[in-house]
């Protein structure tokens, strides 16, 4: 079993829809939770880190579930600027690698 | 600030022939790694260094060495090059509550 797995869509929404889904990792003690995007042929970036409470950054929203072992990204009022391939990643309590999913590609339409 | 620095940007190899990626961070982050993104796979992690003095071996370690030279520079050695190991190699690096921060990448071709 991959240690981090995410449905890789892809997602085409219109315009102002909202848009989610969902990244499980299989290792209970993991500590630190992650959501990046990633352009077409570019560098990963950080779009937000996900906090045991939840958290919002603007139209973003990340969850963490601890319990069933996933987080969360919801999309809210897409853009067509929010078509990218997001990708989640998971730190461990007891080392420092930091594993990635294989991203969910979302396409949003006019 | 630069953030972190991988060079080259673009490389083609012969089977067999070896060749050293360079990366070097500086934001004074302690953990950096070096990842694999082929179409379809994501980022797959092929060694990593929680602090400067180790190195750890990730998901697809074989065929590869790293070298962690000080806190900034961590380099991948590719001995031997196979056309499997055509990808796009990148670089981070990471601090607690800070996340990672990724160079732009290695477009590597072996032939």
């Known amino acids: 079993r991959k240690e981090v797995e995410q449905d890789p869509g892809p997602f085409n929404v219109p315009e102002g829809a909202t848009v989610a889904f969902n990244c499980t990792y299989s290792n209970s003690a993991s500590q630190s939770f992650f959501w990046y995007r990633q352009d077409c042929r570019k560098e990963p970036k950080l779009l937000m880190s996900v906090y045991s409470s939840g958290n919002e950054d603007g139209r973003f929203t990340a969850q963490l579930n601890r319990a069933s072992q996933y987080i969360s990204l919801l999309i809210r009022d897409s853009k067509l600027s929010d078509s990218a391939t997001y990708l989640c990643?998971?730190?461990?309590?007891?080392?420092?690698?930091?594993?990635f999913g294989a991203g969910t590609t979302v396409t949003v339409r006019a | 600030n630069a953030g972190v620095t991988q060079t080259p940007k673009f490389q083609v190899l012969k089977t067999g022939q070896s060749m050293t990626l360079q990366c070097a961070q500086d934001?004074?982050?302690?953990?950096m790694y070096w990842y694999r993104q082929d179409p379809g796979m994501g980022l797959r992690l092929i060694y990593y260094?929680?602090?400067?003095?180790?190195?750890d071996k990730g998901e697809v370690p074989n065929g590869y060495n790293v070298s962690r030279l000080n806190k900034r520079e961590f380099s991948l050695r590719l001995e031997s090059a196979a056309p499997s190991q055509t990808s796009v190699y990148f670089c981070?690096?990471?601090?607690?509550?800070?996340?990672?921060?990724f160079g732009q990448g290695t477009r590597l071709t072996v032939v």
């Open positions: 934001m004074n982050h302690n953990s």
């Open positions: 981070a690096s990471y601090q607690e509550d800070r996340a990672a921060f």
């Open positions: 260094s929680a602090s400067e003095g180790t190195t």
């Open positions: 990643a998971v730190k461990g309590s007891n080392d420092y690698k930091l594993s």
